[in-house]
């Protein structure tokens, strides 16, 4: 695991996810498209759930896999990676990094942000991916251990669904304040290449791309109703 890691240059990470009900997101399908992403160039991939972090783990053994797990609770809106249970599975199912969401928002059953880091870090000794909305939030996520740092939930949270990400705005000031041992990512809102350059320029040592590469569903459903216009 660590070799994937050490010495990690700029450059793509490939999100690699698919909408519930989707064809597309049968795990042999997501290992196909994350097979693909990596001979084409990407230096990893991100994926959801531990049955695709498995698939791709079987297929592309050597593949950098950044993982989490989308899971709901009442009376909580965090939902990547939220609690102790799906940390774990992620890490077991062959993840090298374990995204989970690190805004100020409260977690399912009172789980404290803090504790769930310093138990994954104590007890796994797993690489945390921080994902946030905020510089503050992504100054505490370092702060408490997280040795990653992404923009993914910018434009997500109630905080900021006001605006619309990308979050190139909010690298400069990470990229100043974190450690510089923190990996600083951009996720969220990358629709081009000159996007992607434009946020390493910015600041990020690492560019996630989803929808804009891997989002059939929500690429095919954008271009049908703009033609249907």
């Not at 990690?8 to 999100?15: D, E, T």
């Not at 991939?45 to 709901?72: D, F, N, Q």
């Not at 803090?114 to 996520?141: C, F, H, Q, W, Y």
């Not at 990996?183 to 560019?207: F, K, M, Q, T, Y």
């Amino acid at each position: 695991m660590a070799n994937r890691l050490d010495g990690l240059p700029q450059g793509l990470i490939v999100s690699v996810q698919a909408p519930q009900g989707s064809p597309m997101r049968d795990p042999e399908v997501i290992a196909a498209m994350a097979d693909a992403s990596i001979r084409s160039g990407a230096l990893g991939v991100r994926l959801e759930s531990p049955e695709h972090i498995g698939a791709v783990r079987r297929r592309c053994p050597e593949a950098l896999i950044i993982g989490l797990w989308k899971c709901t609770y009442p009376g909580s809106s965090v939902y990547i990676t939220p609690g102790w249970r799906e940390i774990k599975a992620v890490w077991s199912a062959g993840a090298d990094v374990i995204a989970i969401d690190a805004t100020a928002r409260h977690r399912p059953d009172q789980q404290d942000l803090a504790a769930l880091i310093e138990k994954t870090k104590t007890e796994l000794r797993a690489p945390l991916m921080a994902d946030v909305d905020s510089v503050d939030n992504g100054l505490r996520a370092a702060s408490l251990g997280c040795d990653w740092v992404g923009t993914t939930l910018f434009g997500y949270t109630e905080e900021t669904e006001d605006q619309t990400p990308p979050g190139l705005h909010l690298l400069g000031d990470l990229r100043r304040d974190l450690p510089t041992d923190v990996r600083l990512i951009c996720e969220g809102g990358i629709a081009s290449p000159a996007a992607a350059s434009a946020a390493l320029n910015a600041g990020a040592d690492n560019v996630v791309v989803g929808t804009a590469i891997t989002g059939v569903d929500l690429q095919v459903t954008a271009y049908c109703r703009q033609l249907a216009d």
